[in-house]
Nanobody, 111 residues
Framework: VHFVESGGGEVLPGGSLRLSCTAS????????MYWYRQAPGKQREWIAT????????SHAPSVKGRFVISRDNAKKMLYLQMNNLQPEDTALYFC?????WGQGTQVTVAS
């Protein structure tokens, strides 16, 4: 099982980013997928969940209304659209099925 996250970067407060996650090594279409993040000195935090095949979603209160999780099962891709980013969103972002983790992609929000 292998995950590769991409799309992170540095943005100004109020900016947007779209994170992508390429999944391989397992039957992606049958797994519920998650985004987590970890800020320096803090515990890993759950951000969002998306099921399959129904693609039901849920988001943490801290990001609800700003972030949207989605997936493309045909491409084995997971996405996280992040809008109205704030400095407190600065963290390393991971996709996972909760047994395996990628290296993450860094998101920095600073003025």
């Amino acid at each position: 099982v292998h995950f590769v996250e991409s799309g992170g970067g540095e943005v100004l407060p109020g900016g947007s980013l779209r994170l992508s996650c390429t999944a391989s090594g397992f039957t992606f279409t049958t797994y519920t997928m998650y985004w987590y993040r970890q800020a320096p000195g803090k515990q890993r935090e759950w951000i969002a969940t998306i099921t399959s095949p129904s693609q039901s979603t849920s988001h943490a209160p801290s990001v609800k209304g700003r972030f949207v999780i989605s997936r493309d099962n045909a491409k084995k891709m997971l996405y996280l659209q992040m809008n109205n980013l704030q400095p407190e969103d600065t963290a390393l972002y991971f996709c996972t099925e909760e047994d395996h983790w990628g290296q993450g992609t860094q998101v920095t929000v600073a003025s």
